[in-house]
Each structure stands twice: as structure tokens, then as C-alpha cells.
């Protein structure tokens, strides 16, 4: 079997992209929330349940923001979270969509991660210029 890449994306309110890391496929986006956060600075992190851990909700309580994440099942007792802005979560699916028209990344034409991850962030910089 081939290798494959996850393309861990912080988005802003507009949906514009922030911040790409990427790891092995393999490799849970939870384990990746807090470089993405860092140095980061914004009103709330909105992420899915994915991101339900106490580790990332302390990570974005430090930075000062409020933490819009739905309990996963496993939870006990459940957090609270505001359904209306987390509406706004769809950003994110709607910013990979944009980036899905690139063909060279849709196709992932390039087999090098560095070549890869350079036309993911130019083509973030095309979105940003839109």
C-alpha cells in the first residue's frame, strides 16, 4: 500500500487559509492541534468532535479563546457548545473544497511531501488573493 498524506488546515472566520501542516495519514488531527494553535490568535477555535479532548480545550483556553467543539461520544458528561457559531465550522470543509480545485493537489500530482506542501501554500496564497 502507498503512503498517504493529511493535510491539517487552519482556516480564518472568512474561511481563508491560515496554517497547513502535513503528516502521515496515519497521524489523528488531534495530535496536531496544538502547533496549529500556536501563535495563534483569534475570538474562538471552532472544530468537530475530532478535537474533544481536555488537552486541546486547556491549549485554546491559554490562548485565550473559547473553545467551540462538540463532545464526542465518550465523554461522560458532556460540554456545552454554541450550535450557531459552530454552524460557521463548515468554513473549513468549504476552504479544502476550494483547494480540491487545484488539480495538481485534488490529483496529488506531486510525490514529494516538500513539493507537495509548497503548491498546497500557493495555492492558499491564490485564495487569499480572490
Not at 3 to 25: N, S
Not at 28 to 41: I, K, N, T, V, Y
Amino acid at each position: 500500500g502507498g503512503l498517504t498524506t493529511k493535510i491539517h488546515l487552519l482556516a480564518d472566520a472568512l474561511g481563508r487559509p491560515l496554517r497547513f501542516i502535513l503528516t502521515g495519514g496515519q497521524v489523528h488531527e488531534s495530535r496536531m492541534a496544538e502547533p496549529m494553535l500556536d501563535g495563534m490568535e483569534g475570538g474562538a477555535v471552532l472544530a468537530d468532535k475530532a478535537y474533544d479532548s481536555n488537552a486541546i480545550r486547556a491549549t485554546v483556553k491559554a490562548a485565550r479563546m473559547k473553545a467551540v467543539i462538540p463532545s464526542s461520544r465518550s465523554r461522560k458528561r458532556p460540554i456545552r457548545h454554541d450550535k450557531a457559531l459552530y454552524r460557521e465550522r463548515n468554513r473549513i470543509e468549504r476552504c479544502f473544497n476550494k483547494l480540491k480545485h487545484f488539480r495538481r493537489l485534488a490529483t496529488r500530482y506531486d510525490r514529494r511531501a516538500r513539493h507537495f506542501l509548497a503548491f498546497l501554500c500557493l495555492a492558499g496564497a491564490v485564495l487569499w488573493m480572490r
